[in-house]
């Protein structure tokens, strides 16, 4: 749903005997200073204004940093929550803050549930508000001593729908889009409380040969050079039909997430480890959730597809011949059961990275003491149905790590992507480089764990930081992991070795080592495959790093429509998969950013098929 979606601005009982303005959350942030200017009035005194009203400041620490609420009362009921600033996910962050507010003013009550999918937003969210409530004079205990609530979504889930789509991240979205624009009606349904998967929690970068931005600089790409670089890059173990669609399909599906989602790019190119050239597009907000949230309101926009969150899909239904007729339902929140019967449905539940047990079943090594990069709902759902009705899984056992992860949370540190933009290098404790930089992603994980501690540090240096604008970007990011140690800022290679515990005289000789391979334009001892950049004056930035599991290559067996094969190799009528969900296209090792090519032009293919469409004709494969 989006940040201000007509459905958050219906009136609640107790909102309408109250009167007051409800003032969402996150609708219309404001900056920095605004919000420091707040803070200094508020801190002037809670006066009551002319009407009786009270308002009062509350701060949290969210996902993304500090976020400060303003909250206001009159009579001890409170009729207006303000975000003032906040770095939270859009899309994520924003909407649980949009729900909470919504149920704590409907209900007047702070013990609400927080909202799934957006957990270390909300929980914050609740001390913010309380803090305000204390400031003004209330209690936030007494608060959060009265009668539960939980915001419960008004939209209706419908008994019939041409076609079911499970799962709301970018697959999902393409999916139910793409079938409702083929005239269908469509439910896209998520069993969290907000929308975009780990969709919006990537950096949403994809793999499109034949750019926009490669035809400007000069670079010359083919979606056959992509086919080779994938195949190889998963160890020839990708189904090579797959994998041509994906390729082929690029740019169609990028241009569509602009046309159709409304999503902008940066006007640069990323280069990620096994592709032989510079092609992956980058959205403005270097963030998935720009693609889920512009989706989002896409689909709000379109009266044929009803879009409604809480809703776990539990069970498929089939009919005597074994085809999909429906889809059994549970409210997560509320524990309602439903059932919604269509002629098809749509996978697009993501993988199961997260799902410890079911890592341990097909991969004894990604056991829980390896944290993860994906959201709490990535459990392998979608799988356990489909087998559950005869459906094929292949690759399971191919699980990815990426290796520049948060030791202590698991968190894709994207502050860690200068590396991708050819800056940095990396050491172990000990202050030798022991890899490529711009390896293949398991490669460099091995690499990582077989290190003193398993940790690794990434050293660059302010220049790399200025040119790539990294931490500017992910200021959030940053700020957090300076502030618990996991990124350390010195003047000399020195300073920023010693908190780390890495030798700094060896750290110094490394980086000597290196500078002149640049000098010399060649790495004898890793042969560092693009365009070096010296490591040169302080300010330096050590930055500690683990693998952490970050996809699962392995899924349902799909045909090239986006059919799911039974184990016998048959299609099962009414059934398709599309995304993480399904395996068998990246081999043993996915390259980053093919990801997005992936989940929009399968989603795609799978939403047209499944409404009926000829996919084929719409997003042709190459004669391969
Ligand atoms: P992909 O990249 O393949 O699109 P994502 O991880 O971005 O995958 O999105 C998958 C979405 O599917 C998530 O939003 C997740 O909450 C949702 N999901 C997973 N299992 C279920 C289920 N049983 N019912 C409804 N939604 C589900």
Redesign the pocket.
């Known amino acids: 749903m989006s940040g201000c979606s007509r459905r958050q601005f219906l009136t609640g009982s107790a909102l309408a005997a109250l009167g007051g303005t409800l003032a969402l959350a996150g609708c219309a942030p404001m900056s920095h200073e605004e919000a420091a200017a707040k803070k200094r009035e508020a801190a002037a005194g809670n006066d009551k204004n002319a009407d009786g009203e009270v308002t009062a400041i509350g701060t949290g620490m969210g996902k993304h940093g500090e976020f400060t609420v303003e909250v206001s009362a009159k009579d001890g009921a409170i009729d207006r929550i303000t975000v003032l600033d906040s770095r939270e996910t859009p899309g994520m962050g924003d909407v649980a803050m949009e729900k909470m507010t919504q149920a704590i003013i409907d209900n007047q009550t702070l013990a609400v549930d927080t909202i799934s999918?957006a957990t270390l937003t909300s929980m914050p969210f609740l001390t913010a508000v309380g803090s305000a409530l204390d400031a003004m004079g209330e209690s936030a205990d007494d608060w959060k001593n009265r009668e539960p609530a939980a915001w419960v979504s008004d939209v209706e889930l419908p008994e019939e729908a041409d076609v079911v789509v499970?799962?709301?991240?970018?697959?999902?979205?393409?999916a139910a889009i793409t079938a409702a624009n083929e005239g269908k009606s469509v439910v896209l349904?998520?069993?969290?409380g907000?929308?975009?998967?780990?969709?919006?929690?990537?950096g949403g970068e994809m793999a499109v040969p034949g750019n926009w931005i490669q035809v400007t600089q000069g670079i010359e790409d083919s979606p056959e050079n992509l086919v080779s670089d994938m195949l190889v890059g998963g160890d020839n173990k990708g189904d090579p039909e797959l994998v041509a669609i994906i390729a082929n399909g690029a740019l169609d599906s990028a241009n569509w997430l602009t046309y159709e989602g409304g999503v902008s790019w940066k006007h640069d190119l990323m280069q990620f480890g096994g592709h032989n050239i510079k092609r992956s597009i980058i959205p403005i907000t270097h963030s998935?959730s720009e693609m889920?949230t512009k989706l989002t309101n896409r689909v709000n926009g379109m009266d044929d597809i009803v879009l409604i969150d809480n809703?776990?899909?539990?069970e498929l239904v089939t009919d005597d011949a074994g085809a999909v007729t429906g889809v059994k339902?549970e409210n997560p929140v509320t524990g309602d059961t439903s059932e919604v019967k269509c002629k098809a449905v749509v996978l697009?539940?993501?993988?199961f990275g997260s799902n410890v047990d079911m890592r341990v079943k097909y991969n004894p090594e990604m056991d829980d003491k390896i944290l993860s990069t994906?959201?709490v709902?990535?459990?392998?759902?979608?799988i356990v149905?489909a087998e559950k009705i005869g459906a094929d899984t292949i690759d399971m056992e191919y699980i990815q790590t990426y290796p520049v992860c948060d030791p202590e949370t698991g968190a894709l540190l994207y502050v860690g992507d200068v590396r991708l933009e050819n800056h940095g290098i990396l050491v172990n404790r000990e202050g030798d480089r022991f890899v490529q930089e711009l390896d293949r992603r398991d490669v460099i994980s091995n690499g990582i764990k077989n290190q003193t501690d398993g940790v690794a540090f990434l050293l660059f240096d302010q220049a790399a930081a200025d040119e790539t604008g990294l931490l500017k970007q992910h200021a959030d990011e940053y700020e957090n992991s300076e502030a618990r140690g996991v990124i350390v800022k010195g003047d000399t290679l020195e300073d920023v070795a010693k908190p780390q515990g890495v030798d700094a005289a060896e750290l110094q000789k490394t980086v000597e080592k290196w500078n002149q391979y640049c000098a010399d334009g060649k790495d004898p001892d890793f042969g560092y495959s693009a365009e070096m950049n010296v490591i040169g004056d302080g300010p330096y930035y050590l930055m500690a790093c683990k693998p952490a599991v970050h996809y699962t290559m392995g899924g349902l067996h799909i045909t090239p429509e986006a059919e799911v094969l039974t184990v016998e190799g048959t299609p099962i009528a009414g059934l398709y998969a599309?995304?993480?969900?399904?395996g068998h296209k990246m081999g043993t090792n996915r390259l980053g950013s093919c990801?997005?090519t992936?989940?929009y032009t399968f989603?795609r293919i799978a939403g047209i098929n499944a409404a009926g469409g000829d996919a084929e004709a719409k997003i042709p494969s190459l004669d391969i």
């Open positions: 999918g499970i799962g709301a991240g970018g697959a999902g979205f393409a349904m998520d069993k969290m907000v929308f975009g998967g780990d969709t919006a929690l990537s998935g889920t809703t776990k899909a539990v339902v697009a539940t993501g993988g994906d959201s709902a990535a459990q392998g759902d979608g149905m599309a995304g993480e969900v399904a990801s997005m992936d989940i989603g």
